[in-house]
Nanobody
């Protein structure tokens, strides 16, 4: 079955950087759009960034210019490089494989930014 495992979350000071990794197994990774989403306390899950199989990217306005999504099809891994982090970026970050028939989700990784 399809499995997504996130790593790289943690505690960082404001203006710092973190990189999140999402390792994917059990799917045709290179054919699917991948995404990062986040859920802030008490709020619904929201889109952070997506990257298509062809490498086209899309970002939420709140992270444009600070976050970069990328993928390595050989390693079946998607990354989220987060720079200039702000306290409002504190959330649980989820990796998603956006399939043709259904989406698959990881269990999430906590990112906490201290101000």
């Amino acid at each position: 079955q399809v499995q997504l495992v996130e790593s790289g979350g943690g505690l960082v000071q404001a203006w710092g950087s973190l990189r999140l990794d999402c390792a994917v197994s059990g799917s045709s990774f290179s054919l699917n759009t991948m995404g990062w989403y986040r859920q802030l306390p008490g709020k619904p899950r929201e889109l952070v960034a997506t990257i298509t199989s062809g490498g086209s990217t899309n970002y939420a306005d709140s992270v444009k210019g600070r976050f970069t999504i990328s993928r390595d099809n050989a390693k079946t891994t998607v990354y989220l490089q987060m720079n200039t982090l702000k306290a409002e970026d504190t959330a649980i970050y989820y990796c998603a494989l956006l399939g043709h028939f259904r989406d698959y989700w990881g269990h999430g990784t906590q990112v906490t930014v201290s101000s």
